[in-house]
């Protein structure tokens, strides 16, 4: 391998903040390297980052409006001396951040400390000088890269907050997260448990690079585990994340939380994102704009073959629906409605927010595919979640290894996902059917588009028992070039329980589109 020397601007910010004795550390950072970090760390009880916090950043003492005083002074970002294609600018810690990370930069040979230096940031009327130690760490990093235009360095993606991150493909804004990992998400016999990442290796790329290698290691009450990340910018963003996990031990979980319940779902992959009201919303906000969301559907691949897409929605209690999906073969939260006009927010780009789409590295083997959606009252709120949670869950102490490819991406590349897909889903009541709910489903696709209007495609519905599909037709929508379905459902007088639906489009025996599933709530 080529060795390539630790940054300049690096080595002279961590001189001037280092103790005695401080310097490179000779090593080959790989998967192996962080794994048996992790493995040390799930032999003893957790200890959560927030106890090493100074004083001086907590909460009581660091306020919101505070906080927003540091700035990172972006002369001063990772590599940028160096020349390189990628930099890092970090963040402080402090306020709601209160779990320092602990960073490092590492090449084929050499693993280095990047110690938290004050003279990276400008705290404007804040005086807090020197009252910050050097091994404090920070809350996190964002990475830039010419992504946009040539020469211009933009953000690629931040790391910030447990193990949530967020990652853009061109000509994209933020939208919805993921996680390195989510346990007992939307569970309501328990609290969720979020892990974080404590420890982070950067990768100094060369001179040329497209991609850039980074490790983390990810710690909680339950389980440590390794993480290694392969991020490629583009016009959709690639992540290719391959991970080992161990569980600690019930009496070292038992240390630090009395009363734990075993686990009971292992998120993987998850998804986090926003959705506030849409097309298919029944409950009306007083807003000028007519969507506020930042993925409107949840598409999966089944094992078997099936394809059906779930728009998500913002019910008025939680609901958590499982899915099984053995040896599913991809999953997302996308955004498929891309027109401004459909939002009319110029502040909030929502038509410029990524879909994002997991495709598992091989065969996961059984497993079930969870979607919790929770009630929100406004956009400030992530409220929906998607993850894949195995069936055989691993032994304490035992490696559990996966691996998968996140794929943040805009415009109409989600259609490669599905193309006879599902584009709109529209609520109302049936004006001829005291208490029955109208559905209406636009299907749009290439395969769609050859059927002709003298044999239309017929609608193969159901729901959930106690329920009925009281009617259902198809007919060409002139206006949209799409294939609408109209269907009448009636649920059961007085019923309080969530009632499931599906519908795909068939010509004789044939299915011609994906599938669409969706769970109703009585008001």
Known sequence: MVFRPISLLLVIGCLLAAPAGFGAESVEVNLDYVAQRALERARTPFHSPRADLPKVLRPDNLNYDKYR???????????????????????????????????????????QPIR??????????????????????YAGFRILYPLNRPG???????????????????????????????????????????????????????????????????????????YEFFIRPGDATTASIRAVLYFRETNAVAAVLKDRKPIKTIGLAPLTSMFWFGKNTERKFDDYRTEVHDSDG???????????????????????????????????????????????????????????????????????????????????????????DPKNKPAPLQPFRFGYTLHWEGGDADVKRSLERVVST???????????????????????DAISENQP???????????????????????????????KMVPPAGGTDAIDLRCTLHQGTNAVSETWVYQWSPP
Not at 79 to 104: C, K, M, S
Not at 348 to 367: A, I, K, M, R, T
Not at 368 to 377: R, Y
């Open 69 to 111: 005083e540091i700035r990172f002074r972006r002369d001063h970002a990772l590599w940028t001396a160096d020349a390189l294609p990628f930099r890092v600018e970090f963040f402080h810690p402090g306020y709601i951040y209160a779990e320092p990370v602990r960073v490092n930069e590492f090449t084929p040979t050499h693993s």
């Open 116 to 137: 938290f230096v004050q003279d990276f940031f400008d705290y404007g009327k804040l005086n807090i000088a020197n009252q910050i130690p050097a091994k404090t760490g």
């Open 152 to 226: 211009q360095f933009d953000e690629l993606g931040a790391f910030l907050g447990a193990s949530y991150f967020r990652l853009l493909g061109k000509n994209l804004r933020y939208g919805e997260s993921a996680r390195g990992l989510a346990l007992d998400c939307g569970e309501g016999d328990r609290g969720e448990e979020f892990p974080i990442f404590t420890d982070w290796w950067l990768g100094k790329p060369n001179p040329g690079d497209t991609e850039l290698q980074l490790f983390a290691l990810l710690d909680s009450p339950s389980c440590a585990g390794a």
């Open 298 to 388: 949840l598409l999966v691949h089944m094992g078997n073959g099936e394809i059906f897409w779930r728009p998500v929605d913002n019910p008025p209690v939680t609901r958590h629906q499982v899915f099984h999906a053995p040896n599913i073969k991809g999953f997302g939260l996308l955004q498929r409605e891309r027109n401004f006009s459909a939002y009319q927010d110029m502040f909030n780009l929502y038509h410029q927010v990524p879909s994002v789409w997991v495709e598992p590295d091989g065969n996961w083997g059984d497993g079930d595919l969870h979607l919790v959606e929770l009630n929100t009252t406004y956009e400030g709120l992530d409220n929906v979640v998607a993850f894949w």
């Open 426 to 448: 529209r609520i109302g009541a049936d004006a001829q059917c005291a208490g029955a709910r109208q559905f209406v489903i636009d299907f749009d696709g290439p395969k769609l």
């Open 457 to 487: 495609p017929v609608a193969v519905a159901s729901c959930s028992d106690g329920a009925h599909i009281a009617d259902s037709y198809v007919v060409r929508n002139p206006f949209l070039g799409t294939w609408r379905v109209y269907l």
